[in-house]
């Protein structure tokens, strides 16, 4: 994995939308998170599947549609304001 992209499962965790890697990894084993990259979206169905900056990412968590931009990678599961920096919110159409 390059410096230039992380895992969906390590962002997602990274990102503090989910509370464990592992639940993370298996939201996405079930194809519930969907990626846009470069304009073209697809339905991610393995943890290992790389995010780059610049991504959208489409996904449903307690019954909220969330739709973000990966704004950053991060290094750490580090505090909620820290967490906030990794993305920003995006308007669903």
């Known amino acids: 994995m390059s410096e230039d992209s992380c895992r969906v499962d390590v962002w997602l965790w ?3 939308f989910f ?3 592992s639940l993370a990894a298996r939201y996405v084993e079930e194809g ?3 990626l ?3 304009g073209v979206e697809t339905r991610l169905d393995k943890p290992s599947r790389s995010v780059k900056v610049g991504d ?3 996904f449903a968590v307690g019954g909220r549609l969330i739709a973000v931009a990966v ?3 991060g ?3 580090g ?3 820290e967490a906030r920096e990794l993305y920003s919110p995006l308007q669903i159409s």
Request: no cysteine.
């Open 14 to 16: 990274r990102a503090r």
């Open 19 to 21: 509370k464990t890697r």
């Open 32 to 34: 519930r998170v969907r």
């Open 36 to 38: 846009t990259r470069a």
């Open 56 to 58: 959208g990412l489409v």
């Open 71 to 73: 704004e950053g990678l």
């Open 75 to 77: 290094e750490r599961r």
């Open 79 to 81: 505090p909620a304001s």
